[in-house]
């Protein structure tokens, strides 16, 4: 909601988008990069993750750029990311675009050790799909945080 509607009046261009199931172009498309690597950076940071929903189809196969479990969608008035900050101390997100890469640090005056499992299977039920159940472990200050991220479903077209 913060971002807006994506419009070339505002500023976005096109870029790849899944519309309906299927890799295409479209204006503000690419802002799931954008979300992923924000998403990554509060995974990883120890926040608590408030909404966060996959994509539904893994039409990248092995060229992902984020592994499976890892990925953050969004659709304007639809799908949102959300985290907050559940530690006692401020934090500090910083990002860096050079080129082609981006660099994105969460800065805090706390020491965590933050570990993720991302387990990846195909579904039973229906062929075709992956389950992907992802689980961080999270320490700091003497306590330990075990969260169950939730399981992702994938259509993956690749597998057909």
């Given at each position: 909601?913060?971002?807006?509607r994506p419009?070339e009046?505002a500023?976005y261009g096109?870029?790849?988008a899944?519309?309906?199931g ?7 498309g ?9 998403y ?6 120890g926040?608590e993750?408030?909404e ?17 479990g890892?990925d ?19 934090l ?11 660099r ?19 579904a039973?039920f229906?062929?075709g799909?992956l389950r ?5 472990r999270v320490?700091?200050d003497?306590d ?9 479903m ?7």
């Amino acid at each position: 909601r913060i971002v807006g509607r994506p419009t070339e009046r505002a500023g976005y261009g096109r870029a790849a988008a899944l519309k309906q199931g299927v890799l295409t172009e479209d204006i503000g498309g690419a802002l799931c990069l954008a979300s992923t690597l924000l998403y990554n950076v509060a995974l990883l940071g120890g926040m608590e993750i408030v909404e966060r929903r996959c994509h539904s189809v893994d039409s990248y196969g092995s060229a992902r750029y984020f592994e499976l479990g890892r990925d953050a969608a969004v659709e304007y008035a639809y799908i949102d990311l959300r985290f907050r900050n559940p530690l006692s101390v401020p934090l500090l997100l910083a990002a860096e675009v050079d080129g082609d890469s981006v660099r994105t640090e969460l800065r805090a005056a706390a020491l965590l050790t933050v570990h993720t499992d991302v387990l990846v299977g195909e579904a039973t039920f229906a062929p075709g799909v992956l389950r992907v159940h992802t689980v961080r472990r999270v320490r700091w200050d003497g306590d330990e945080r075990l969260d169950d991220l939730g399981w992702s479903m994938y259509h993956a077209p690749w597998l057909a």
